[in-house]
């Protein structure tokens, strides 16, 4: 079965898809109809339902489908105003399957690379770190086996980068990686303080997302928001660890501040310059990936693809 990326007009499909949300029902010239957001592990496309005149029985099924579940859909590939739609037209054309009748790794992407091995480069790179307190901070972080856990297979964003499981320590890496390459370039700095502090930066994220057949934020996510989120993981985590007090605070910048100015989030700018270098890192990596996947999904044959955060990127 193709995926939702490699749809094109005309296409008659024959999936099964998850559901991120729907609309509310509503006339239209021939009956009612309403509208679904369907997603699988490649993307996502908006389906439209033409129902009869016959308010009941579209109610019927419109009530019958929530957020998150899986419906199977015998639809048409369209195209309004330049952009992809299913559309179907009889109501026994889409079904709502059990959880026996679908696999949940269908629907949510996961990461290219296998998460022991990530974990494992992960490891490697804690215990690198030589400074007695900033061991015990990783120590206290890490031995927590419900906080390794949620490390190892949450996304790392909703939509924009590494939006798949094992996201998180995906870009983790990443951002360790980068710092460690520029720390070959500035090596006044703090080689420990910047290791732990990329390690950590968004360890907030072990609580933003909730995994099942969708990617969604959490309530806390929502109202609270992951930097914050962050800070309190790491303060209940080291507010009884004999440390210094300065380091406490630091490790706590190093994590309000990653976003790296006050409009992206970040309570306090970098004050520092590991702190500094770590919010470039976090964002080098965020932005690259974000646009490499794009290109990577890009479906024209127009030398360049428009993305609404950069522009116009030049494809050839």
Do not use: Q
Not at 59 to 78: C, F, Q, R, T
Not at 200 to 210: A, L, N, Q
Not at 237 to 249: E, F, G, P, R
Not at 264 to 288: C, M, Q, R, V
């Amino acid at each position: 079965m193709k995926k939702i990326i490699d749809f094109e007009v005309f296409d008659t499909v024959d999936g099964n898809f998850a559901v991120k949300f729907k609309k509310p029902l509503k006339k239209y010239s021939k009956g009612f109809m309403f509208e679904l957001r369907l997603g699988d592990s490649s993307g996502e496309i908006m389906l439209k339902v033409w129902g009869p005149d016959d308010e009941d029985s579209v109610k019927k099924v419109y009530d019958s489908i929530s957020a998150d579940d899986v419906v199977h859909v015998l639809g048409e590939v369209s195209e309004y105003r330049d952009v992809k739609e299913l559309a179907l037209n009889d109501l026994s054309d889409i079904r709502v399957l059990s959880p026996v009748e679908y696999v949940k790794g269908d629907f949510v992407k996961e990461s290219e690379r296998e998460i022991e091995e990530m974990f494992s480069e992960l490891e490697g790179f804690i215990s690198s770190v030589k400074d007695p307190e900033l061991i015990k901070v990783l120590g206290v972080l890490f031995s927590d086996e419900e906080l390794v856990k949620a490390f190892k297979y949450s996304p790392a964003a909703l939509y924009k980068h590494h939006a798949w499981i094992g996201g998180l320590l995906e870009h983790t890496l990443s951002v360790v990686g980068i710092c460690e390459n520029a720390l070959k370039i500035y090596p006044g700095l703090d080689r420990d303080l910047v290791i732990t502090g990329a390690l950590i930066h968004d360890i907030g994220k072990t609580r933003e997302f909730s995994v099942t057949t969708n990617i969604k934020p959490t309530l806390e996510s929502r109202l609270v928001g992951h930097v914050v989120m962050g800070v309190e993981i790491l303060h209940n985590k080291i507010v009884d660890l004999d440390i210094s007090d300065n380091l406490k605070v630091k490790l706590k910048h190093i994590v309000e501040s990653h976003h790296g100015k006050l409009e992206w989030g970040s309570p306090k700018t970098p004050a520092f310059p590991e702190a500094l270098l770590i919010h470039h890192a976090d964002y080098l990596d965020a932005n690259l990936t974000y646009i490499t996947e794009r290109v990577k999904g890009a479906k024209t044959d127009d030398d360049f693809t428009y993305l609404k955060d950069f522009g116009s990127i030049y494809l050839k």
